[in-house]
């Protein structure tokens, strides 16, 4: 079956452009995250949707950053107004149970590298 | 809060040698603890969870994790090492305890394993 997909896997724009990252998660899952990962770092958390509820968002760096998941599967990270220091790998993840059910493990795609110049 | 220290950057070892990844986590409440491997332009992939019950855990490719509870530590161990392992190790934690520590997976900031022919 199909992981996590996200697109594009590599994304440069110039500051002051808005864009918007795509993440098609596992068929069935329920939670859906979003990570960001700088080089040489973990993972940060962004924010979580459990089916389209917007759960959490309190990793989101500002408000320039949203995300939205209006139908319960694939997700769009959009980001306005770019800066260089959004530069950064952005990773989607997501698990069968809901985020409740801690044990469940995350499920990442590939990742789509941001690069503002 | 959660956090998790990984305290070696890098890991050398020989094929064939037995290798150890190191982990250290602090939370309020109580851990799920996982780890995850990255291999170069991928996805993080699932390794291995601590969830309750045995203290050591057994996952894939024949990793496995002891849980020290005193210790605070879930270290990654595999008896003989191949080539084929090295690659970026991710420890992760959740406190389940927590409200949105109980979805919110806190990573380390990766341990390179290179295991030298």
């Known amino acids: 079956g199909a992981g996590v997909s996200q697109s594009p896997r590599y994304k440069v724009t110039k500051r002051g452009q808005d864009v918007a990252l795509r993440c098609d998660p596992i068929?069935?899952?329920?939670?859906l995250y979003w990570y960001r990962q700088a080089l040489g770092q973990g993972p940060e958390f962004l924010t979580y949707f459990n089916y389209e509820a917007q759960q959490d968002k309190s990793g989101l760096p500002n408000d320039r950053f949203s995300a939205e998941r209006p139908e319960g599967s694939i997700s769009t990270l959009t980001i306005q107004r770019t800066e260089q220091r959004d530069s950064a790998m952005y990773r989607c993840a997501s698990s069968l149970g809901t985020g409740g059910q801690g044990n469940s493990p995350l499920h990442f795609g590939n990742g789509t590298r941001l690069t503002v110049t | 809060a959660q956090s998790v220290a990984q305290p070696e950057d890098q890991v050398n070892v020989a094929e064939g040698n037995p290798l150890t990844v190191k982990c250290t986590y602090s939370?309020?409440?109580?851990?799920?603890l996982f780890w995850y491997v990255q291999y170069p332009n991928r996805g993080l992939q699932f390794l291995l969870k601590y969830i309750t019950g045995d203290n050591l855990v057994k996952g894939s490719y024949g990793f496995e994790a002891e849980f020290n509870k005193s210790q605070t530590s879930f270290h990654l161990k595999k008896p003989s090492a191949l080539v084929s392992d090295s690659a970026l190790y991710f420890c992760?934690?959740?406190?389940?305890?927590?409200?949105?520590?109980?979805?919110?997976?806190?990573f380390g900031k990766g341990t390179k394993l290179s295991v030298i022919p």
């Open positions: 939370v309020s409440g109580n851990p799920y």
């Open positions: 068929s069935g899952h329920v939670s």
């Open positions: 992760a934690v959740r406190d389940i305890d927590s409200g949105a520590g109980s979805y919110q997976l806190t």
